[in-house]
């Protein structure tokens, strides 16, 4: 199965920062990257489809980049709101098995 | 208003059995395939499985962790997914999950239901 290693595991950041995250695949995916974000107690919403096609309504501080085996999520400058944890997810096919990474908390300094 | 809704959590015995519900409303629910994802408290996503639409033959694929003990399958009809859960075991405690996939140049999951928890416990 394809891998997604996620870096950092954990990061802290202030308000207006800019911030990136990196997600790494076991094998080139292409271009079947999404980028998910999960507040505590909440379920996850889609951000980022496709490496870099923002999902309709998600501010364009927010961007995505990568190819084949190396992404990267970036804020270019974070919000209140933008404290949460990061998911990226691969959905290249076949396999099927859609994994996500082990995610990315951002917290604030 | 795009939503689906999860049911059907509570706590099981292990070795017991559960069967999810997700209900859906506001958008053909035949076209789409839908996925369960769960969360462990204080742990990541992981990928449960899938089910398919009637075009693609309602195709199931599962994460290694579910195959042989968990069963995808919807009823169009009723706009309902099921995730039915037998065998199951303390490390299946988590939230569940489910979301409509959305096949474009790639797949992606929007939007996903509130989760209902399973806690597998003696």
């Known amino acids: 199965d394809i891998q997604m290693t996620q870096s950092p595991s954990s990061l802290s950041a202030s308000v207006g920062d800019r911030v990136t995250i990196t997600c790494r695949a076991s094998q080139s995916i292409s271009i079947y990257l999404n980028w998910y974000q999960q507040k505590p107690g909440t379920a996850p919403k889609l951000l980022i489809y496709a490496t870099s096609t923002l999902q309709s309504g998600v501010p364009s501080r927010f961007s995505g980049s990568g190819s084949g085996t190396d992404f990267t999520l970036t804020i270019s400058s974070l919000q209140p709101e933008d404290f949460a944890t990061y998911y990226c997810q691969q959905s290249y096919s076949p396999p099927y098995t859609f994994i996500f990474g082990q995610g990315t908390k951002l917290e604030i300094k | 208003e795009v939503q689906l809704v999860e049911s059907g959590g509570g706590v099981v015995q292990p070795g017991g059995s559960l069967k999810l519900s997700c209900s859906a409303s506001g958008f053909t629910f035949s076209g789409f395939a839908i996925h369960w994802v769960r969360q462990a408290s204080g742990k990541g996503l992981e990928w449960v499985g899938r089910i398919r639409s009637a075009p693609n033959g309602y195709a199931t694929e599962y994460a290694a962790s579910a195959k042989g003990r968990f069963t995808i399958s919807r009823d169009d009809s009723e706009n309902t997914a099921y995730l039915q859960m037998n065998r199951l075991k303390i490390e299946d405690t988590a939230v569940y999950y489910c979301?409509?996939?959305?096949?474009?140049?790639?797949?992606?999951?929007?939007?996903w239901g509130q989760g209902t928890l399973v806690t597998v416990s003696s």
């Open positions: 979301s409509r996939a959305i096949t474009g140049s790639t797949i992606w999951l929007d939007p």
